[in-house]
């Protein structure tokens, strides 16, 4: 029996690393977007936004009816607290449409000076029951976003027990391999904070593996590629040693179940993603929750959508079960391992020059010759490459990025659509 929730719609919540991005997100079908400051969220790199571009930000949502939420979801320290402060005074200025905050001090802080901000507990904060919801539900928390180790009928369980909080789960991304990104590894390897936003990865980068003498089995090391001579003792047991990169998560043919369970909010990770990867993954989750909110069956295409763009290989997290050894990528941390498709271009509609050609923005190499896809918020066109130019109107056969005049017009018999870009098939 599906559990009604206190929002009238379910929603897509897209990522937003930058405005660029934030556009994107909203042209391909989200209903909110989630984006932050670097100094205050825990995407302290790759990160665009300041106090201007939130602003321009909030202007773009109410325009369009949609909603932007505010990340600030780090655990601070205490040279944090006054300069948290000051912004949340700004913040407020902006009307935001919440907070997505994870340290009870600053939540206090916020709840004390701007009573009326929505505040949307942090996956950080690892809400894994109910009787924790029904805790920060009484300090003022409106939305929980759900650890991603919950399982399906714990979610349920929740939402029976506490009916009048709002539930968020994420549905695609990648996935940390700490409990919901609470790690200490990047600290310890490279002395940079996860919990401060500056997380590098390092439990998906390259190691050698060395032992000290066959008769001491115990005594294995690994050596971390990017510093050689730095040696770390790890254990073995019956089963091997893992290096940890998990798989990524992907749950676009569970939706109906996720949002019988009574999750009102469906998330994308990836807000240091390319606008490639926010496009494509917000469109295919839009068309699936249309397809359900219509009463249609599912479209096995949103499926293959999600394959094109760059993954570690799919799992399904812990909503069905634990995913054991499946869910873990042992040959590779590179994301592009099992894509088939390269981001090369973004359709720029106002830079149009020549009869019959589109004019693109170059983010990858570009052919003559290639098999691409033009890629809309509603469709996807396949076409080979016969022709190129640059600025000049002089035919050219190979573009990349980087160079001084990015922009080039392509061959394409087709009008230009706003956020559209094209992609080359491999």
């Given at each position: 029996m599906a559990v009604l929730c206190n929002m009238k719609k379910t929603e897509i919540l897209s990522p937003a690393g930058n405005l660029e991005k934030l556009r994107f997100a909203y042209a391909y079908g989200a209903d909110a977007a989630y984006a932050g400051m670097p100094f205050f969220s825990l995407r302290a790199r790759r990160n665009d936004f300041g106090m201007q571009e939130l602003t321009?930000?909030?202007?773009?949502?109410?325009?369009?009816?949609?909603?932007?939420?505010?990340?600030?979801?780090?655990?601070?320290?205490?040279?944090?607290?006054?300069?948290?402060?000051?912004?949340?005074?700004?913040?407020?200025?902006?009307?935001?449409?919440?907070?997505?905050?994870?340290?009870?001090?600053?939540?206090?802080?916020?709840?004390?000076?701007?009573?009326?901000?929505?505040?949307?507990?942090?996956?950080?904060?690892?809400?894994?029951?109910w009787q924790s919801v029904k805790?920060?539900?009484?300090?003022?928390?409106?939305?929980?976003?759900?650890?991603?180790?919950?399982?399906?009928?714990?979610?349920?369980?929740?939402?029976?027990?506490?009916?009048?909080?709002?539930?968020?789960?994420?549905?695609?991304?990648?996935?940390?391999?700490?409990?919901?990104?609470?790690?200490?590894?990047?600290?310890?390897?490279?002395?940079?904070?996860?919990?401060q936003g500056a997380c590098d990865n390092s439990c998906r980068e390259k190691f050698n593996l060395?032992?000290?003498?066959?008769?001491?089995?115990?005594?294995?090391?690994?050596?971390?590629?990017?510093?050689?001579?730095?040696?770390?003792?790890?254990?073995?047991?019956?089963?091997?040693?893992?290096?940890?990169?998990?798989?990524?998560?992907?749950?676009?043919?569970h939706i109906k179940e996720i949002i019988d369970s009574g999750v009102c909010s469906?998330?994308?990770?990836?807000?240091?993603?390319?606008?490639?990867?926010?496009?494509?993954?917000?469109?295919?989750?839009r068309k699936a929750l249309d397809r359900i909110e219509n009463g249609l069956e599912f479209d096995s295409s949103v499926v293959e959508d999600l394959q094109k763009i760059a993954n570690r290989g799919y799992h399904k997290g812990f909503l069905l079960g634990a995913p054991g050894v499946l869910g873990q990528n042992y040959s590779t941390s590179n994301n592009l391992q099992y894509s088939n498709r390269r981001f090369s271009a973004v359709v720029r509609v106002e830079n149009k020059r020549y009869s019959g050609y589109l004019p693109v923005e170059v983010r990858g190499q570009i052919k003559v010759g290639d098999q691409c896809e033009l890629i809309s918020p509603t469709e996807t066109k396949t076409f080979t490459l016969t022709n190129i130019?640059?600025?000049l109107g002089l035919d050219v056969s190979t573009v990349n990025p980087g160079g001084v005049d990015s922009t080039f017009h392509i061959l394409v018999d087709t009008k230009p659509e706003a956020y559209s870009f094209i992609t080359v098939m491999s």
């Open positions: 321009m930000g909030y202007e773009l949502a109410r325009q369009l009816h949609k909603k932007l939420y505010i990340t600030a979801n780090i655990f601070a320290r205490n040279r944090k607290i006054e300069r948290f402060i000051n912004i949340i005074d700004e913040w407020a200025s902006l009307n935001p449409d919440a907070l997505i905050m994870s340290d009870p001090g600053l939540i206090m802080i916020v709840r004390d000076r701007h009573p009326n901000i929505p505040i949307h507990l942090s996956v950080q904060a690892n809400c894994m029951n805790f920060w539900h009484k300090q003022g928390i409106q939305r929980i976003i759900l650890s991603r180790e919950l399982l399906l009928e714990e979610i349920r369980q929740i939402q029976e027990k506490v009916p009048e909080v709002e539930l968020e789960a994420f549905v695609h991304g990648a996935i940390c391999i700490a409990y919901s990104g609470r790690c200490l590894m990047s600290s310890y390897m490279s002395y940079r904070d996860a919990n060395y032992s000290c003498a066959p008769d001491k089995q115990n005594d294995i090391y690994i050596e971390d590629r990017r510093t050689p001579g730095d040696f770390y003792r790890i254990d073995e047991d019956e089963n091997g040693t893992y290096i940890m990169s998990a798989k990524d998560l992907n749950l676009i043919e469906l998330k994308i990770e990836g807000r240091t993603k390319s606008i490639y990867y926010v496009s494509m993954v917000t469109r295919a989750y130019k640059n600025n």
